[in-house]
């Protein structure tokens, strides 16, 4: 990784009209521009496209390309950005989520002191619905001389929106799980261990915004059982007591949101 040259930013939007523009001010503040910035839309019914292509005209030093499809998941759109994208990396970015303005110029420092790296990942500010705000340190436990599945059975290592992957990786992996409503990015991460060079970046490169209305007992339900259904279907890749111990630690998390 070079430059940002070497970098197609991908980013699935779906009804985000009151969001996106700020998301996208922040890749065309960086320091150093990406390649391009891959916008897929999910089928939105509000003006979120409209924002994009104004968005677009009042920044011209930022190649921006919309891609407009039915509405078939984040997963689906992902999956087409992935493909469309002309970097040799891809840089995912959440439609509501935001990057400080360093974070492409550190994130190209640090492939030049880890060159066999295929996989960055970055600190992130957790910020809540009710506005406050603490530091999310992905790297905190992580160790390099254990199995990467074994470690991301105890918890997610990564975020969407902090990782920078190789391109032909993710392909060749086949991309997210488009059946999957939630769970997507976890699933994936679990598919791409195999060879995986991960370099986690120390530092706070962007924001995760947490937004109302984000968690219901509805959605909770249905995240927990996506999510069931991403450690069975991974469940070989570990020990049978790291298998069962990580079902009940998040069956324990869960049971926390519906009594609450």
Same mark, same amino acid.
């Given at each position: 990784m070079n430059s940002g040259k070497d970098i197609s930013v991908v980013i699935p939007v779906y009804e985000a009209a009151y969001f996106i523009k700020l998301t996208l001010q922040t890749i065309a503040d960086q320091s150093l521009l990406p390649l391009e910035v891959v916008i897929v839309d999910d089928g939105s019914r509000d003006d979120t496209c409209k924002v994009v292509e104004d968005f677009c005209q009042k920044n011209p030093h930022l190649d921006v390309r919309l891609i407009r499809e039915k509405h078939r998941g984040p997963g689906f759109a992902r999956n087409v950005g992935i493909?469309?994208?002309k970097g040799r990396w891809v840089a995912f970015l959440d439609s509501d989520d935001l990057w400080h303005k360093n974070k492409i110029e550190r994130i190209i420092s640090a492939s030049k002191l880890a060159p066999e790296a295929n996989f960055f990942?970055?600190?992130?500010i957790h910020r809540l619905a009710d506005k406050q705000e603490t530091i999310l340190d992905y790297s905190v436990g992580y160790r390099n001389d254990l199995p990467l599945a074994s470690q991301l059975?105890?918890?997610n290592l990564f975020s969407t929106s902090a990782v920078v992957c190789q391109k032909d990786r993710a392909i060749e992996v086949g991309g997210f799980d488009e059946a999957l409503s939630s769970a997507q990015d976890y699933e994936f991460w679990f598919r791409m261990t195999p060879? *995986?060079?991960?370099?986690?970046?120390?530092e706070v490169l962007g924001v995760y915004v947490e937004r109302p209305g984000?968690?219901?007992?509805?959605k909770i339900w249905r995240r927990y059982s996506n999510l069931l259904k991403v450690l069975f279907r991974h469940r070989k890749l570990v020990t049978r007591k790291i298998f069962i111990g990580?079902? *009940?630690?998040?069956?324990?998390?869960?049971?926390y949101y519906w009594i609450m």
């Open positions: 493909k469309a994208a990942c970055h600190n992130e059975f105890k918890r060879g *995986l060079k991960v370099n986690f970046v120390r984000n968690i219901s007992s509805g990580s079902v *009940l630690r998040n069956s324990a998390a869960y049971m």
